[in-house]
């Protein structure tokens, strides 16, 4: 690889993006990679997502044409060679088909390999573009880019099976995890970790409000816990980014009379430094979504000292490395508040260890980029014999 073009995503103030190119760059420079961040606009100041769930529809749709735009002008130049590879961050990317039309028409050497990441989309029937019923052009999106990319870059084998059932043909590879800086956000918190002995008796709940992340369910658990102690000092709580909002209007008002009955804290708009500094006080992360594929919550809080319980559902048996100690049955709020119990009273004995894998994931990435990454390539036809073992 001669030079790797970055393909980034656009920063949101309540959302991971905001360090997710600092996270990249890092590790390029380490691994000595001649890289070129491809920049594009931004429609707001403020990073807000208005429009929308996972990010802005306006502001994803005008920071990917530009960046396409920035792209062909590079590859206008010559600056582009088929020695070169061009790395999405997103699979969907507005302005994306210049691509294939401007490589169907230039001499090879003017071709570079190309990688997108898939973060959800329609292969996945909970993501957004279900609720909003945009999958049926989608779906037409995605097997466009399979034909003319490189290669996919799944984050999880359950996602591989999603992509194949789907019929997709490019080569598909399992990053197993999300790009992740574990020195980046731990060096947010200033001093030591709080110890685990000494921090608040809180569960937090990070994921956004939307119906895919079941509030409902973690509302529903914070009855059956008061049900079984109703004396308990322990804090519910929810930590958001933005305002308190979500595509079921249901949930929003639950969460609004829980939260006027003191049944649980709402800890919105926060800052991400601020979140940290929570995370640093919290005993024990809850999730209950249904579509995380991975998720980066659990990396964070398992950096910086909180327990983590999620259920044994999709992508996170695999992330957790079939910790039975941390997952618990999907849908079972039984088994759910049996779990959370011993990780409100001690750090568990695994913690750390899925945000310092999580942390190698980039790595994983530019050994793909590279062509060294081979092991993670799921063409076969027994990919699902990866599922069971271990990655960490």
Not at 18 to 34: A, K, M
Not at 156 to 183: C, D, Q, R, T
Not at 246 to 255: F, K, Q
Request: aromatic letters at 12%; charged letters at 25%.
């Amino acid at each position: 690889m001669r030079r790797l073009f970055y393909m980034g995503l656009e920063p949101y103030r309540a959302r991971y993006t905001l360090q997710l190119q600092e996270w990249n760059r890092s590790v390029f420079e380490r691994r000595g990679i001649n890289y070129f961040i491809v920049e594009g606009e931004t429609l707001r100041a403020d990073q807000a997502i208005v429009t929308g769930q996972v990010l802005d529809a306006h502001g994803r749709s005008y920071f990917g044409m530009s960046q396409m735009m920035n792209l062909v002008k590079l590859m206008k130049s010559g600056a582009v060679t088929s020695d070169d590879v061009i790395y999405f961050e997103d699979m969907f990317t507005a302005g994306i088909e210049s691509l294939p039309y401007i490589l169907d028409q230039v001499d090879p050497s003017h071709r570079p390999r190309i990688y997108v990441r898939c973060l959800a989309q329609a292969i996945d029937p909970d993501d957004f573009v279900h609720v909003w019923n945009m999958e049926g052009w989608m779906a037409c999106y995605e097997h466009m880019v399979n034909n003319f990319v490189t290669g996919v870059l799944a984050t999880n084998e359950e996602m591989v099976a999603h992509m194949k059932i789907a019929g997709w043909s490019a080569p598909i590879y399992n990053i197993s995890g999300l790009a992740f800086g574990k020195n980046e956000v731990r060096g947010r918190v200033l001093g030591p970790l709080k110890p685990f002995q000494d921090r608040t008796f809180r569960v937090g709940f990070a994921a956004r409000t939307d119906q895919e992340k079941q509030p409902h369910f973690y509302l529903d658990l914070i009855d059956k816990w008061f049900s079984k102690f109703p004396n308990s000092n322990v804090e519910f709580a929810i930590f958001s980014g933005s305002k308190l909002r979500g595509n079921d209007p249901t949930a929003i008002e639950r969460i609004r009379q829980y939260q006027s009955s003191s049944k649980i804290v709402v800890y919105d708009d926060l800052e991400k430094n601020d979140y940290y500094d929570l995370l640093n006080d919290t005993r024990v992360l809850f999730n209950c979504a249904l579509q995380d594929w991975v998720s980066n919550t659990v990396s964070e809080a398992d950096t910086l000292g909180a327990n983590v319980l999620y259920p044994a559902y999709r992508s996170f048996p695999e992330t957790f490395a079939n910790d039975h100690e941390r997952l618990y049955v999907p849908w079972s709020l039984e088994d759910a508040v049996t779990k959370l119990v011993p990780l409100l009273r001690h750090p568990h004995k695994n913690m750390g260890k899925i945000s310092d894998y999580n942390n190698g994931t980039i790595d994983r990435i530019c050994d793909i980029l590279e062509g060294r990454g081979e092991e993670y390539l799921r063409m076969s036809k027994d990919y699902r014999r990866h599922l069971a073992p271990a990655k960490y």
